[in-house]
């Protein structure tokens, strides 16, 4: 059990720009609704729109029919400065999953926080059937058969996505 929550891309601009607009509105009519009490509603209401984003995708991509794992961390005041929590959360049946802790590694000389997620155990049946690298994706198919073989997983497809950037 993967601790994210899961969305379907969506590929057609009409409907994106569609459901786009339903949620401002619905921020609108919170506000309108809400009063005073709306401001502290607002940044989650932000935050869930800024989620909902990360599944629309340009049409050329349709292919791929991507269902994308979304995991949300949190930033909170420390001292002057902020930080990264992973307050975890609930996955199939309510079973609680731990947060994990936000590391930081250099990509393309620039910091880029990230978080180890846990996949379900071996034993349990695993959600991921086919894994489908990106065109700009570096990895070494190699090198994913025997991360995953390693972690005991047996029945895994992989292969490189056939759509290009351009």
Not at 100 to 109: A, E, M
Not at 118 to 133: A, N, W
Request: charged share 25%; glycine share 6%; aromatic share 10%.
């Amino acid at each position: 059990q993967v601790p994210a929550t899961f969305l379907r891309v969506l590929y057609d601009k009409e409907q994106q720009i569609q459901e786009m607009m339903m949620a401002i509105i619905a921020i609108y009519t919170a506000k309108m609704s809400l009063g005073e009490k709306w401001r502290s509603r607002f940044f989650t209401d932000c935050m869930l729109l800024a989620v909902f984003m990360t599944a629309l995708k340009h049409p050329t991509f349709a292919e791929e029919k991507e269902v994308r794992a979304v995991r949300v961390i949190d930033i909170e005041p420390h001292g002057k400065l902020l930080k990264f929590i992973d307050r975890g959360g609930k996955v199939i049946d309510d079973v609680k999953v731990e947060g994990t802790p936000v590391s930081f590694q250099v990509r393309d000389n620039h910091l880029a926080a990230y978080t180890d997620v846990p996949l379900c155990p071996v034993e349990t049946e695993i959600p991921l059937k086919k894994l489908i690298l990106g065109p700009k994706n570096p990895s070494a198919e190699g090198n994913l058969w025997l991360f995953l073989g390693g972690l005991g997983y047996t029945d895994i497809e992989i292969g490189r996505s056939e759509t290009s950037y351009r």
